[in-house]
Each structure stands twice: as C-alpha cells, then as structure tokens.
Nanobody
C-alpha cells in the first residue's frame, strides 16, 4: 500500500519557521515529481512548491517565493518543505503529493490533477 505521511505542522507565531516532512512508503518515488499543496478553510487546494525527481528543477507559488524551500532525499523516499517568515495567511492544511513515474527529470507540474498520490495532510496554523 502506497502511503505519503506528512509531519512537522503545528502552531507557530507570525515570523516563525517550520520544517514539514513527507515520508513515502509502498513504492519508490525516485522517478516521481513531488510537491506540496495547501488548503485553507473554505478555500480550494492550491499549489505551493514542487521538485522534479532529479532535483534539478523546483517551482514555487508566487506567494511563497523566498520564504519556502522544497527539497528531497530519494534515498529516504522523502520530501521536505522548509518554511520561514510565516504569515497568518499561510495557515492551512499542507499536503504532500507525488506523480507517477516520469521520463522527464525536470518535470514539476503545478496542478493537483497531475499528481497521483496524496498524503492526509498536516495542519499549519500561524498566529498573528
């Protein structure tokens, strides 16, 4: 059974930082793009950041550029999101996602429909 399990969320003050982790099991994702999405209460799920399976390409939503950094460790079948300078508007459930295997090492899709595997999410709450 394929699973993506997020961790590292919590309550943090504005300006603070967190490191979100996503551990995958059940298959290797070394040929999959991986990403983070988030969904605030009452809003649609939105793209946050993606990293290609080769790690050579990353993409970020404009709202998080310069504050969020995505990385991966294929040996550990994991992806991470380091977030700094958090704002109240960053409050959301953060989801880890992975694509099916891709032939393109630079592939970093931005749409939820391009991702096959999803975690259950971890809550991030930023207080003002």
């Amino acid at each position: 059974q394929v699973q993506l399990v997020e961790s590292g969320g919590g309550l943090v003050q504005a300006g603070g930082s967190l490191r979100l982790s996503c551990a995958a099991s059940g298959r290797t994702f070394s040929r999959s793009a991986m990403a983070w999405f988030r969904q605030a209460s009452g809003k649609e799920r939105e793209f946050v950041a993606a990293i290609s399976w080769g790690g050579v390409s990353t993409s970020y939503a404009d709202s998080v550029k310069g504050r969020f950094t995505i990385s991966r460790d294929n040996a550990k079948n994991s992806v991470f999101l380091h977030v700094i300078s958090l704002k109240p508007e960053d409050t959301a459930v953060y989801y880890c996602a992975a694509t099916s295997d891709s032939a393109r090492a630079s592939y970093t899709p931005l749409l939820p429909r391009d991702y096959t595997y999803w975690g259950q999410g971890t809550q991030v709450t930023v207080s003002s």
